[in-house]
């Protein structure tokens, strides 16, 4: 997946936003919450992607080819988990993880909030049926 693909994948995710920043990175937030980061590398020329995920999928993928914990993140006790090899894995599992990690932080957002952005509105009604 190119830069460009990146890009383009994430900004068709529900009430996001793009900013470049942390020297040249793609950075993707849901209400203001980082929730995808492309473009920090991890050899010299590999674009890597850099996900939230949750606590299980954070121990199973950090120790598949080609996926790590995410630099700086990570250490300091977030279950983030950057992908360096997309060969590995292929874009469509890479779009899955997006799209989870689209989901997590979104659901971190207070209920107000999802609610002014049009998000998670229909998973669950208020009295803890599925709508």
Known sequence: MTEQEFNQFCSTLPATSYV??????????VGGKVFAIGG?????GSLAFTFKTSQLN???LSVQPGYR???Y???RGMTWIQ???VSETGEDELKDHL??????VSR???KRRQKELGLNQDEFSGDGSCA
């Open 20 to 29: 470049n920043q942390w020297g040249g990175a793609h950075v993707w937030k």
């Open 40 to 44: 920090w590398q991890h050899n010299a």
């Open 58 to 60: 954070y121990y199973l």
């Open 69 to 71: 914990p995410a630099p």
């Open 73 to 75: 993140l990570a250490s």
């Open 83 to 85: 992908l360096y090899d």
């Open 99 to 104: 799209r989870d990690s689209h989901r997590l």
């Open 108 to 110: 971190g957002l207070t």
